[in-house]
């Protein structure tokens, strides 16, 4: 079954870390690009970061850049969100999704067209 799945959600102080992690199964996770988004409540739901398969290039959103890494670990098959400095503006549900090896990590990237889809991890960012 091919699936992917997001954990390690959950309720940090402000300036603290978290590390969100996007398993995937039935599909090779070296041949893909893996996307973060995030949606908070009220709101669109947005790109935040982006690795590619192959080079493993990397896009960060202008709000997370120099805060967030993103990583893939193959022989694992799971990709990783390493979130720090978090602000309460980063409540959100954050998402994973999964595309093939072509795949373009850019601010254009869309949540809803990629290949396979998480169905989101909780994060609160709150004192």
């Known amino acids: 079954q091919l699936q992917v799945v997001e954990s390690g959600g959950g309720l940090v102080q402000p300036g603290g870390s978290l590390r969100l992690s996007c398993a995937v199964s039935?599909?090779?996770?070296?041949?893909?690009?893996i996307a973060w988004f995030r949606q908070a409540p009220g709101k669109e739901r947005e790109g935040v970061s982006c690795?590619?398969?192959?080079?493993?290039?990397?896009y960060y959103s202008p709000s997370v850049k120099g805060r967030f890494t993103v990583s893939k670990d193959n022989a694992k098959n799971t990709a990783y969100l390493q979130m720090n400095s978090l602000k309460p503006e980063d409540t959100a549900t954050y998402y994973c999704?999964?595309?093939?090896?072509?795949?373009?990590?850019?601010?254009?990237?869309?949540?809803?067209?990629?290949?396979?889809r998480g169905k989101g991890t909780l994060v609160t960012v709150s004192s």
């Open positions: 690795i590619s398969s192959g080079s493993g290039s990397t």
């Open positions: 999704a999964a595309d093939g090896p072509y795949y373009y990590c850019s601010q254009y990237n869309d949540f809803v067209t990629m290949d396979y």
């Open positions: 039935g599909f090779t996770l070296e041949n893909y690009a």
